[in-house]
């Protein structure tokens, strides 16, 4: 069964909206979740490093007030993208590691399909 | 900069056929090498991984070869089947945990 959930798998939203993603860790807790971006045919570009009871970390050329990280919990990390626009339309997924390190225990979420109009 | 590239978008085989999937890779220093397997629509499956100091390693229908000399991965899959019509990424991993993913390759199984 599913290790790492996505919530929703799909949305669709107005520019200027802020859509909030959900990632969650079903079976083990996760003090780093990871979140993805993949624009259609392409590969998955790692957006930021999602820290439970600290600030997240963004990858270079990610604006951090746009993309709003939230490690709530141990089994819980949210992405608000916000006031989106057209060009935010992608594959939005998360991926949880098991503190073993492997990347076979590395879990990755469904994705969540972002289209803007 | 760092990248980890594919040499070829698509990969079309015969059902029954072995196919051979390629990735190189730019960071020398790198020592942790990961091929997942992504359907349409859905999230990357692990599918195998090796280390720097193993240049092969094989697991249920599916081989990892790594050449450091060259900088050169590659997947290999016995007898593939249409259920293995996906793209297959190669994948670098830092110490940190953060994956950095190549261009990736489309396989397509011919029935």
């Known amino acids: 069964g599913a290790v790492v959930s996505q919530h929703p798998s799909w949305v669709i939203c107005k520019s200027g909206t802020s859509v909030k993603i959900e990632c969650r860790s079903l079976?083990?807790?996760?003090?780093?979740m990871f979140w993805y971006r993949q624009f259609p045919k392409q590969s998955l570009m790692l957006m930021a490093t999602s820290n439970e009871g600290s600030k997240a970390t963004y990858e270079q050329g990610v604006e951090k007030d746009k993309f709003l990280i939230n490690h709530a919990s141990l089994t819980l990390s949210t992405l608000t993208v916000t006031s989106a626009h057209p060009e935010d339309s992608s594959f939005y997924i998360c991926?949880?590691?098991?503190?073993?390190?492997?990347?076979?225990?590395?879990?990755f979420g469904p994705g969540t399909r972002l289209t803007v109009t | 900069g760092e990248s980890v590239g594919l040499h070829l978008p698509t990969l079309s085989v015969q059902e029954g056929d072995n196919s051979i999937i390629n990735c190189a890779y730019s960071?020398?220093?790198?020592?942790?090498f990961i091929w997942y397997k992504q359907e349409s629509g859905k999230g990357p499956q692990f599918i195998i991984d090796i280390r720097s100091n193993m240049d092969k390693r094989q697991g249920q229908r599916v081989t990892v070869l790594l050449n450091k000399t060259v900088k050169h991965l590659s997947l290999q899959i016995a007898a593939t089947q249409p259920g293995d019509s996906a793209v297959y990424f190669c994948a670098e991993n830092a110490n940190t945990g953060k994956l950095i993913f190549g261009q990736g390759t489309t396989l397509q199984v011919k029935p």
């Open positions: 991926s949880a590691p098991r503190p073993s390190g492997l990347a076979e225990e590395q879990y």
């Open positions: 960071n020398s220093a790198s020592d942790y």
């Open positions: 079976d083990f807790q996760a003090t780093t």
